[in-house]
């Protein structure tokens, strides 16, 4: 065995094999992988082998049709047959609701490079004739799914990884990771111990052990599932051809053929998590006893859809476990708080996703950033909170939902309440309606009281729609209030802050006392933040940011402190607070705060330490509903005091409460983008607009490549259109035409309250970006006409914010 090497990968899995691949393909040969056993000793030797690109994110999505793609130039590269069987699949709709989801998949695929058409329920007899159509209302078909030889394939990209020049060991189990003081690390076997530079835990069942081992706790947990596999059918030994894959939502359940027979899968309606307290380090080609009372309701219902299957001998009942993320998507990338340490674990679709997985650490590792926007499986999106304990509930959740439908307004019950504020409880009385982001409670709306907060899931407008115009029209007319504890807020300190900050950066960094907003860019020039800098002091600053995208930026800030003097922290829960706004805001302020608050006394865009409703306070002048408007940041046990104050000095002023779902209406009728949707590494400064906050004059990470977009001009733009609906809207990823054609697709929007808009932003070719273009923005399967509106239509010259 090696004693050296570029990157150790812990696990011989499809992901750690896939992994070894793509960092051999793209150039780091010097990789190794250590396996326990032999290779596919884990979940990935069991597996139903069935493949297909639906996912809930659309950049998964993408990487599931490359993994797919990826298989026959893996077979012919490593000589290593993969068993790939590309009948196509159709995912099945029986009642209107998956129709409308199916709708929204069709949309997204139209500009993911996916070839998804919807087929009749004769051509679904046609080509399955043991299906039962009259069961469906309709079918969507995808020609890349189909299935795969699980153990073929991973084989395949090790000896394709092994052709490359990268080579693994079997039967070398990782007993210790120890790093050294430069940040490399040891990692030891019984057969010797190599020193690497960067470890990949890519330890699929046994990810939590393997993260122990480097004092790491990972939520994710194996999940026991089941699948059976019938005896020869008549009608399937009949046929030259074979049968394609599908997928039954509202079943729950997974099916293709398998020899002459069938292979059915389905997700239980109650989880079994499998081996909670870790799993044994002696588990190896073992499966579990079936439990077959767990599936037995909906095996009924498969045999209803596909009756040949009642009558069909059951050859092999397999339950064997693999594991789940907390959100049903992968964890991968960098870990925060950790050096050279790379996750490639929770992957719970190893045979759609591995490929895409690979491929994106091994960018990720080699080029310093993916190809692709991966937040949406980047370990990054989960923080502290994420305890193993919460892992395991909010996996089972998501075991139960595989194939579940999630409303655009729909949030999930389990595992609430993770972290809260001191006002949980008083703005439930009040009738908050509540969503979570990074494990904290955020009110979304307020109804009349708790017994009022109720929303029904759905794709249309909800109930909801006319208590948030309420508090939009407050906030517009009045002023209203609203907790900013989910904000992320990043303390750089010492004498070389500004110095950090003007490299890290792009946009101009103020001067002590005021702030400005500022894109920090990849040295690709894509997007990695769509910060506000506030200066403290000449020594001291704070940057307020996309609470989600907390951790994310922390590593970010932690991996460019190198050579500078300068000190990073993480404070985002020592700031709780409330956002003030509306044209009352000003005079709700100055009588809790002994300040001159004058439109002279605090500009737009100050800040100070000063003390407001008798607590001790940061006060800024901001707000993102484009109203006058002030954030008071306050350490969290004074929280329940400014509230007081603030509820008792906004007495004749028409002080309403406001949730995100009427910030993000708000936004709308401004032009203003959100991160993690319309700002995301997929895009440039130049593309979303925010290359107008860039300070050109300085030296920053991507200088050179927003240069180079500047002088030869971005080919796509973001834009804002206005949509012509009828009690729905856009709930993002649809798809935006031009007669007839994709052109692009909407990041983010709903329904502008004040304007009386339906609204969304998205990215086009930039030569429709012009002011009055006329679009169509495919909702439901319906072509709606849209207008691109190049100046807000609230405020456009922002006189009310700056007033
Ligand atoms: C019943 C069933 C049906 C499934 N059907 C499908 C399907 O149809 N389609 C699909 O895409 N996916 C399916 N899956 C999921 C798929 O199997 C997993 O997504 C995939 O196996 C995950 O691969 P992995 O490499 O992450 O983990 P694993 O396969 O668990 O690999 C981890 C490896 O790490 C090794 N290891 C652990 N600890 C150490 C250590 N300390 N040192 C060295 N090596 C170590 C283990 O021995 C193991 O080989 C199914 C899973 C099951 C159980």
Known sequence: MESQARVVIIGGGVVGCSILFHLAKLGWKDTVLLERNELTSGSSWHAAGQIHTISSDPNISRLQGYTIRLYKELEELSGQSVGLHSTGGFYLASNKDWYDYLKRERSKARYMGLDQEFISLE????????????????????????????????????????????????????????????????????NGTIHAEHIVNAGGLWAREVGQLSGLNLPVQPMEHHYLITETIPQIAEREERLPAGIDYEGNMYFRQEGQGMLLGTYEPVATPWSVQGTPQNFGHELLE??????????????ERIPALADAGIKDMINGPFTFGPDGNPMIGPVPGMRNYWAAVGVMAGFCQAGGVGKCLAEWMIE????????????????????????????????ERRFVMTFPNETLPRGRCQRTTALY????????????????EAALWFANGPDDAHEEPTFRRSRAHNYVATEVKAVR??????????????AIKGPDARKFLDHVMAGRVPQPGRISLSPMLTPKGKLYGDLTIACLGEQEFMIFGSGAAQEMHRRWFESHLDGYDVSYVNESRRHHGIGLSGPNARELLARICRDDVSSEGLKFRDIRRTFVGAVPAILTRLSFSGELGYEI?????????LYESILEAGEGLGLMHYGLRALMSMRLEKNWGAWTLDFRPDFTAAQSGLD????WDKDFIGKQAALAERDAEPTIKLVTMTIDTDGIDVCNDEAILEDGECVGYVTSGGYAHHVGKS???????ADLAADGTALEVEINGEMCPAKVVAQPLYDPTGERMRG
């Open 123 to 190: 051509e679904v007899a046609r080509l399955h004739p043991l299906i039962d159509p009259k069961r469906y209302i309709a079918a969507l078909w995808d020609p890349l799914d189909g299935d795969i030889d699980p153990s073929g394939v991973t084989y395949a990209y090790a000896k394709a990884a092994k052709k490359l020049g990268a080579s693994y060991h079997t039967h070398a189990a990782v007993i210790e990771t120890n790093q050294r003081a430069d940040g490399s690390w040891d990692v030891v076997t019984a």
């Open 290 to 303: 079936p439990q077959l009372d767990h599936i037995a309701e909906r095996l009924e219902l498969g045999f």
């Open 368 to 399: 310093g950033e993916p190809e692709v926007d991966v937040w949406a499986m980047d370990i990054a999106r989960f923080g502290d909170y994420a305890s193993p304990e919460w892992g395991t509930i909010k996996s089972s959740e998501n075991y």
């Open 425 to 440: 409880d008083r703005l439930t009385a009040r009738g908050a309606v509540w969503g979570d982001g990074f494990g904290l």
């Open 477 to 490: 007319e009045a002023v209203g209030l609203t907790e900013i504890a989910n904000f992320a807020k990043h």
């Open 633 to 641: 940041y306050v350490e969290p046990e004074y929280q329940l005091k």
């Open 692 to 695: 107008i906050f860039i300070d």
């Open 759 to 765: 609204m969304a932003l998205g990215y086009v070719p």
